[in-house]
């Protein structure tokens, strides 16, 4: 959740810190600083509030070295306070975190005993004190300290170290949390997400899990939890710097939102050949021996996976559960030898996802993974690996990647129930040319945004709303509520449209705004008739429908959104992009910070 950038170079690299943590703002932060070696003393500035705050800081106090640490950091021990902010530094040593030290508070007892005194209150700052005692009582030199120190650690964790008196010099390791290392000319890099690197270097590695490493200016030395010398594969870094910059649009989430129909052809194209009607796929396990499929996300990747049980289930016929990965591994699931486990994450580093993961696999081999970042942890921790090709999305609030993670999923519905000759060659052939028209019907929705936002008018001066969805519509109406609630803190919940009369119906009345998802379908009426229950009522009702819908509905509501007539497989995919753009303009309309939403982080790598 927090972000950390290092530089070693033989020029100096404050600025370029500053450069690599701008990269970083999208994850969510609350505070950021950056240390360096100076005349072989250890120099640091750090500040409260967005990045801004600390560049003024250093322009008016400057500092600079040809090593240095920086951090980005989202509040997990400790107040959001200048005092708690990373670096934290002592006498020899300062560090950056990311990550959480559960046995932190045994540490910092035995310390307090000791008579040191600390300046914040953070879990890392242990770690700091604890590889002081090592350089300036025990004689360790950095390696060995940051070697002693880490064995002693539970929890997961990202460090990079410097040192006083080092001036070429940048220890780092991980457990649990990630990090990548960038290779230049006469300097080097890491940083916990490649997409800061991409302005330093093109050419990275990723260390893995429990690896320490040594970065000076000439060479980098990566050693395993053994202490061994190993080599990590290196790779080559595309990323377009196009993708980076909002362009025309006031926000990144306004572009992400309006780049989808592009998006969605590019991850189409990429799995399907548009001429021959065919899916090329990544090789994947036999479907005649998948006898459950178990679907673990987070967030809006869990109402991706809630998704897609109903169509596995309804198309391929195979029993299919949606779980939570944050309580996955706490209640001891069965996990049988004939289940596919599909695990589903945007950033692929999300940790409750990597620990649901690790759990499985002491269960089973069959672990596959949809993922945006394709050298992520998940990824590179997956027996089977789906990208979703949605490109780098820099909003907090997930819009582009969630959508391609429908259609990824979708597409790996069509061909199990193919495979297991559940649906004709013409059926799967409608399927397929459904999904590739979607680009065009998200443009022509997309062009009538202006109608969307006059009908967020509707929540003005609302505390909560309510959106309803049945059947393959009930995941879009969580996701849509999730998406009001992360940009525009306005309360949101989403219901089974069937669950209305067993209780949110108590908060109906004329100034409860409900966003219903209705088009024609086997479902239709039934709906409609909980959408009477709430006029009754005299609940404001915003209705997303489609031509058939829209005149079954006409004396419901004056507030209604006519979409495209489409598949009812499809209706999940399509129904989202109208529910995005309430939460954006709803956003926009209360004066949130839409890209940065307080409280929360792009990728969550704490659990």
């Not at 950021?32 to 500035?45: F, K, L, Q």
């Not at 799967?428 to 969307?452: C, D, M, V």
């Not at 995941?475 to 849509?480: F, K, M, Q, T």
């Not at 006519?562 to 309309?589: G, K, N, R």
Request: proline residues 4%; glycine residues 6%.
């Amino acid at each position: 959740m927090c972000g950390i950038i290092g530089i070693v170079s033989k020029n100096e690299v404050v600025n370029r810190l500053i450069d690599g943590l701008a990269r970083l703002e999208y994850r969510g932060y609350d505070s950021a600083g950056i240390a360096t070696i100076n005349s072989s003393e250890i120099v640091y500035s750090k500040s409260t509030g967005k990045l801004v705050s600390l560049k003024n800081k250093i322009k008016e106090n400057p500092i600079d070295g040809h090593v240095g640490i920086g951090h980005t950091r989202w509040a997990t021990h400790g107040e959001p306070i200048e005092i708690n902010a990373h670096p934290h530094v002592t006498k020899n040593v300062a560090v950056v975190h990311n990550g959480i030290i559960e046995n932190f508070a045994e540490f910092k007892d035995e310390l307090l005993e000791k008579g040191i005194i600390f300046n914040s209150q953070t879990d890392t700052e242990v770690i700091a004190r604890l590889i002081e005692e090592k350089i300036s009582k025990e004689k360790c030199g950095p390696l060995e300290a940051v070697r002693l120190t880490i064995e002693k650690l539970r929890g997961s964790f990202a460090l990079c170290f410097i040192f006083k008196g080092f001036e070429d010099l940048i220890v780092v390791t991980r457990r649990g949390s990630p990090l990548a290392l960038g290779f230049g000319d006469r300097e080097n890099f890491v940083s916990s997400d490649a997409l800061s690197l991409s302005i330093f270097s093109k050419k990275i590695c990723y260390l893995e899990e429990g690896d320490l490493a040594t970065l000076t200016s000439d060479e980098v030395k990566i050693y395993d939890s053994f202490g061994n010398s190993v080599f990590r594969d290196t790779q080559i870094l595309y990323t377009d710097p196009i993708n980076l910059s909002k362009g025309q649009y006031k926000h990144f989430m306004e572009k992400e939102i309006f780049e989808q129909p592009e998006v969605i052809s590019q991850v189409l194209g990429y799995y399907l050949d548009a001429f021959e009607g065919t899916l090329s796929l990544p090789s994947l396990p036999q479907s005649t021996e998948i006898k459950r499929i178990i679907l673990v996300g987070c967030g809006t990747a869990f109402y991706s996976c809630l998704a897609a049980k109903y169509w596995f289930e309804g198309l391929s016929g195979i029993p299919t559960h949606a779980e939570l990965a944050s309580e996955f591994r706490y209640r001891s699931p069965v996990i049988c030898k004939g289940d596919l486990l599909i695990f589903v994450s945007q950033s692929g580093e999300t940790a409750d996802t990597i620990g649901a993961l690790r759990f499985a696999k002491k269960y089973t081999k069959n672990i596959l993974s949809v993922v945006n970042v394709e050298q992520s942890s998940i990824a590179r921790e997956s027996n089977w690996v789906f990208p979703t090709k949605a490109g780098p999305e820099i909003g907090v609030a997930s819009t582009k990647a969630f959508i391609c993670q429908l259609i990824v999923l979708k597409i790996l519905n069509i061909k199990f129930a193919s495979d297991l000759s559940k649906i004709s060659a013409k059926h799967r052939s409608n399927l397929l040319n459904g999904l590739l028209e979607l680009p065009r019907l998200y443009a022509e929705i997309l062009s009538q945004n202006e109608n969307i936002k006059q009908l967020c008018k509707k929540f003005i001066g609302s505390n909560s709303v309510l959106y309803l969805g049945r059947d393959v519509l009930y995941p879009i109406a969580l996701e849509g509520a999730l998406k009001l609630k992360e940009i525009s803190y306005l309360h949101a919940e989403g219901y089974a449209s069937g669950e209305l009369k067993h209780g949110p119906i108590a908060l109906i009345d004329k100034s409860m705004p409900l966003v219903a998802l209705n088009p024609w379908s086997k479902v239709f009426e039934k709906t409609l008739s909980n959408l009477e229950e709430v006029k009754a009522r005299r609940g404001k009702i915003i209705l997303f429908t489609d031509k058939k819908g829209r005149e079954l509905s006409k004396d419901l509501t004056k507030s209604i959104f006519q979409l495209p007539s489409c598949s009812e497989f499809l209706t999940p995919i399509l129904y989202s992009l109208p529910l995005q753009l309430i939460a954006y303009y709803t956003a926009l309309d209360k004066g949130t910070d839409v890209d940065q939403p307080r409280n929360l982080a792009k990728s969550v790598t704490v659990e």
